[in-house]
């Protein structure tokens, strides 16, 4: 299957659409109600955040951080992973600018996001 023809990578495109545009509840549309998300600890609100309520707050909590925000995610599957190379920049609230990619790597179960863990850099991600 190409990733054209691949539902999850869809899915996490989807995603990456809907948390740009503001949209969390959209961005949260493919999560599994008992998801395990990781974030860096170093991020805003970073760290453990079970269950897609908390993965909600947690986006919502990150996106309104951002005054304006362009976002690019370039995403591929890697065996029985979907990886997303997520590029933002733009201004924060606070008026100071910000530029940063970072790895998402997401584990799918019957059409849901059941595990994500983020990297600081795409270098991170474990082959």
Do not use: K
């Not at 995603?15 to 599994?32: L, R």
């Not at 008992?34 to 986006?59: S, T």
């Not at 997401?106 to 983020?118: E, I, K, N, P």
Request: net charge negative; aromatic share 8%; glycine share 6%.
């Amino acid at each position: 299957m190409n990733a054209a023809q691949d539902p999850e990578v869809d899915a996490v495109r989807r995603a990456y659409a809907a948390f740009a545009a503001g949209d969390i509840e959209a961005a949260v549309a493919d999560v599994a109600d008992d998801v395990i998300w990781i974030e860096p600890d170093e991020f805003p609100n970073g760290g453990l955040h079970r269950g897609r309520e908390a993965v909600r707050a947690y986006l919502r909590e990150s996106r309104a951080m951002w005054q304006h925000l362009r976002s690019a995610a370039t995403v591929f599957r890697r065996g029985e992973r979907i990886i997303a190379h997520h590029h933002v920049d733009g201004i924060l609230l606070d008026g100071r600018r910000q530029e940063v990619t970072v790895a998402d790597v997401y584990t799918f179960d019957h059409g849901r996001v059941v595990h994500m863990q983020a990297y600081a850099t795409p270098a991170e991600v474990p082959l």
